[in-house]
Nanobody
Framework: QVQLVESGGGSVQAGGSLRLSCVAS????????IAWFRQAPGKERDGVAA????????YYADSVKGRFTISQDNAKNTVYLQMNSLKPEDTAMYYC???????????????????WGQGTQVTVSS
């Protein structure tokens, strides 16, 4: 059993920065993928960034490349999402997810992930 807890959300002006944290409890194998998804009210849930635990390879949605950085501290079972140059369209509930099978090309598809956190709200004002 794996539990994921997100934190670090809040309200920020456009152009500002936030860092989200995802702490995993329970066993995660070294072949796991950890990803961030986001969902705005009435919108689909979209993958933002993913990281492969053992290799630290990272994957990003085109909309956040150059602005967001995903990283991990395996000793702390924690994955971070550093978000810079935030835009109002980044406003969403952000969810952390963990999966164990490479079932997509960019690892940003929700069907690849088994465990989900409860989310942390990010609001970017213009």
């Amino acid at each position: 059993q794996v539990q994921l807890v997100e934190s670090g959300g809040g309200s920020v002006q456009a152009g500002g920065s936030l860092r989200l944290s995802c702490v995993a409890s329970g066993y995660l194998p070294n072949y796991a993928y950890i990803a961030w998804f986001r969902q705005a009210p009435g919108k689909e849930r979209d993958g933002v960034a993913a990281i492969h635990s053992s290799s630290a390879n990272t994957y990003y949605a085109d909309s956040v490349k150059g602005r967001f950085t995903i990283s991990q501290d395996n000793a702390k079972n924690t994955v971070y999402l550093q978000m810079n140059s935030l835009k109002p369209e980044d406003t969403a509930m952000y969810y952390c997810a963990a999966g164990f099978m490479a079932r997509s090309v960019n690892h940003l598809e929700s069907m690849q992930y088994k465990y989900w956190g409860q989310g942390t709200q990010v609001t970017v004002s213009s």
